[in-house]
């Protein structure tokens, strides 16, 4: 029997990993986005809003699983209520939702709000998953492209990360979205811990670039639990993706896309 899965934040970074590789196991894949889209590639995009709580219902209708990738910079645990309540109602057999490392540990906006939304799956009544995952090699390398137009980068000092590949956390979500229910799994990073030093200077070196570095400290809360390394995913509590950040960079940067 196939399963047709309703995917937020389809046309994403993550989404775009993940929406063929639902296909190739044999899923009806629907995506939910805010504009007007034609069915492309055997893909239905439906029209809604999760934070203006437009179009959700109609987007469900049909659904047995919901894989929810729909993140932005703030409003995340609004969205997802909404998107919660209107699943519900459509009696959707699975929501997998991922989420960050560390939320409830980095007293930010973006992490309050993906710990909310944490609370609103695990709160719905309904079969859930939750996969925490690091932070992906694309938004580090935004980053790095960001700070590498400066004359001097300013470095947070003590800021310490473990990238890990969309590919790969794509992979595992698919196959999360196709097994049970499973609450809240494992943590997924990548396979280094690297300083943002570490990580600027292998940016610069594939870019054959050179720049002043220098050290800034981070401020307040914050900077407290980035120096103490509690953004990270506890030892033996994340299971570890492959690709390394050079190996990332040497596809992305040196092939080309700087």
Known sequence: MTTTVLVTGGTGTLGRHVVPLLQEKGCTVRVLSRHDRPSADGVRYVTGDLLKDEGIEPALAGAETVLHLAGGPKGDDVATRHLVRAASRAGIRHLVYISVIAADRVPLGYFRAKLGAERAVAESGLPWTTLRAAQFHDLVLGVARTMA??????????????????????????????????????????????????????????????????????????????????????????????????????????????
């Open 149 to 258: 137009r400066m004359p001097v980068i300013p470095v947070p000092g003590g800021v310490r990360l473990q990238p890990v590949d969309a590919s790969e956390v794509a992979a595992r979500l698919v196959d999360l979205t196709l097994d049970a229910p499973a609450g809240a799994v494992p943590d997924l990073a990548g396979p280094q811990v690297l300083g943002m030093g570490e990580l600027l200077r292998g940016y610069l070196a594939v870019r054959g670039t050179r720049r002043p570095m220098l050290p800034v400290r981070v401020p307040g809360g914050a900077g407290r639990v980035y120096r103490a390394g509690e953004n990270l995913s506890p030892d033996g509590a994340a299971t570890t993706g492959g690709r390394t950040w050079e190996s990332f960079l040497a596809e992305r940067v040196a092939g080309g896309a700087r």
